[in-house]
């Protein structure tokens, strides 16, 4: 069993920048993929980015590329994901998951065994 604990979200102005964390405890960590999702009001969960075990995959839904960035410490059982020139329709709540098939950087929320509680980011205009 995996637990994964967001943290970094927050209220930043359109062009700023947010670096959110993912700790993650109770498994080995260098034996899943992980994976950034958000969810806005209304609507449903959406893949932002996912990197593999190693991070030779690493994979970004076109909305966020070269805007955001996904890396994994293995030595520190974290992922981060470095957003800049943030949007408002950034806004929503991140989320960080945990995948068994560690080899694959998944775009596929069904792919993904464990999930954090997520943090809110919320970008003002």
């Known amino acids: 069993q995996v637990q994964l604990v967001e943290s970094g979200g927050g209220l930043v102005q359109a062009g700023g920048s947010l670096k959110l964390s993912c700790d993650a405890s109770g498994g080995t960590f260098s034996s899943y993929a992980l994976g950034w999702f958000r969810q806005a009001p209304g609507k449903e969960r959406e893949f932002v980015a996912a990197?593999?075990?190693?991070?030779?995959?690493?994979r970004y839904a076109d909305s966020v590329k070269g805007r955001f960035t996904i890396s994994r410490d293995n030595a520190k059982n974290t992922v981060y994901l470095q957003m800049n020139s943030l949007k408002p329709e950034d806004t929503a709540v991140y989320f960080c998951a945990a995948n068994g098939a560690f080899y694959i950087a998944s775009d596929s929320a069904l792919r993904y065994d464990y999930w954090g509680q997520g943090t809110q980011v919320t970008v003002s205009s």
């Open positions: 990197i593999n075990w190693s991070g030779g995959m690493i």
